[in-house]
């Protein structure tokens, strides 16, 4: 039988939240319950999680879907949370994993378990990309030699005779492991490695529950001047800051470029921001007969602010005419440069509507525009 140990039983202090950050929801469920979901999929027979007394109700909560799954009691350090729960341990392989990577993949799961049953130990890592130093007081000590240097990860696999072995033997020599391989390493064997996941994180600080990548939305429609309207003496409309010549001209307060101000709001919707109309109103003065593209550049700057920069975007462009073909490329290189973006990552697609509605009626254009944000360093 196989026994994973969950270990939920520290105090989130560095996330700050007040609360064990195992018990915060990521993707709409506790951290806690990703891990145990992952596990309890897989053949093991009994899981344990230690926790801490206070906890106890809430993480019994997230457990009861599982009926393989109970708490234990946790200690004052990792290693004792270990310790006592490798004491109640009914298997004989244990996977040991910090409940607070919720990220961990069956595929990990099912290695580990493999390497144990093989080699009596299996320890995720992975190979270190950057270059790695040993380093005191703010100064480098020593260069490591990175083709040797990994990254260790949990779930780590081990015959639970041997692992509690050898934190008896630790305990009695009062040292502290931040991890489970350490200890065996010193009092086993040599821990034998299998393919971590660089997507396995722990979540440790506040920032690492906001998601990575934000989606937005944005539309907007402008109308064409009618024939008895009496539209201004121009020959041209504008669209993602190129001007295109058409019998049509659209009505607007600034310059008109309908693509551009669906952009804007896609940009602003994904950084959590209010929309267009309210950080440039057309009431406002300012903004008669504004340039779109520096409305966008504006745009930019406040979703710089709160920390985002653009991946993507991608624009659907309803317009029964003009013909909007041959100005697409230049569009593109337009956004390109205002979302310092490489061309590839703007998609610019145009339609008529076939005849059908405001839109085949040539009655006005309406685009779509949906962007991908990362999150930026910089807020
Ligand atoms: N853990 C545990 N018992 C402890 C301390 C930690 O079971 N006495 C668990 C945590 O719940 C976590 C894992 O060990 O799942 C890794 O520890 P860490 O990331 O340090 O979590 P916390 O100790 O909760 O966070 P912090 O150090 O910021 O307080
Ligand atoms: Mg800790």
Redesign the pocket.
């Known amino acids: 039988m196989i026994t994973a140990i969950l ?9 700050g939240f007040g609360e ?3 018990l915060r929801e990521y993707d709409g469920l506790p951290v806690l319950a990703h891990a145990l979901s992952a596990f309890a999929a897989e053949e093991i027979g009994e899981i344990l999680v ?1 926790c801490r007394a206070e906890d106890e109700p809430r993480i019994n909560a997230i457990i009861r879907p599982y009926p393989n799954a109970r708490t234990v009691p ?5 290693a ?2 270990v310790f006592f729960a490798l004491k109640e341990t009914k298997g004989e392989t244990v996977l040991i994993h ?3 990577r919720p990220f961990v993949t069956r595929r990990m799961i099912r290695d580990c378990i493999e390497s144990t049953r093989r080699y009596g130990s299996g320890v995720p890592a992975l190979p270190a990309v950057d270059t790695t130093v040993l380093a005191e007081d703010g100064k480098i000590v020593a260069a490591l030699p990175r083709a040797q240097v990994y990254t260790v990860q949990t779930p780590q696999g081990f015959r639970t005779k041997e692992l509690l072995r050898a934190y008896e033997q630790s305990r009695q020599n009062n040292e502290i492991f931040t991890d489970d391989s350490g200890v065996y390493a010193k009092y086993v064997a040599t821990p034998k490695l299998y393919e971590g996941d660089a997507g396995n994180r ?1 979540l ?1 600080f506040a920032e690492d529950f906001s998601p990575a990548e934000r989606v937005g939305f944005g539309a907007d429609t402008h109308a064409f001047y009618t024939e008895n309207e009496g539209a201004p003496f121009i020959d041209f409309i504008t669209l993602g800051g190129v001007r295109i010549p058409s019998e049509k001209i659209l009505k607007a307060h600034s310059d008109g470029d309908v693509l551009v101000h669906a952009l804007m709001d896609a940009l602003l919707s994904a950084a959590g921001l209010r929309d267009i109309g309210y950080y440039f109103p057309d009431t406002d003065a300012r903004y008669a007969g504004a340039d779109s593209m520096e409305l966008l550049a504006e745009t930019m700057r406040r979703v710089k602010d709160e920390g985002f920069a653009p991946k993507n975007a991608s624009i659907s462009i309803l317009a029964e005419t003009p013909r909007l073909s041959p100005y697409i490329e230049r569009m593109k290189q337009n956004l390109a440069n205002a979302l310092l973006l490489p061309l590839s990552a703007i998609g610019i697609a145009a339609g008529t509507n076939e005849k059908l509605g405001y839109v085949g009626e040539k009655k006005g254009i309406t685009v779509f525009a949906t962007v991908m944000l990362r999150k930026t360093d910089e807020s």
Request: no cysteine.
């Open positions: 270990l939920a039983a520290g105090k989130g202090e560095r996330a064990n950050k195992v230690a946790g200690g004052d350090t990792r004792d949370s910090d409940a607070a722990k440790t």
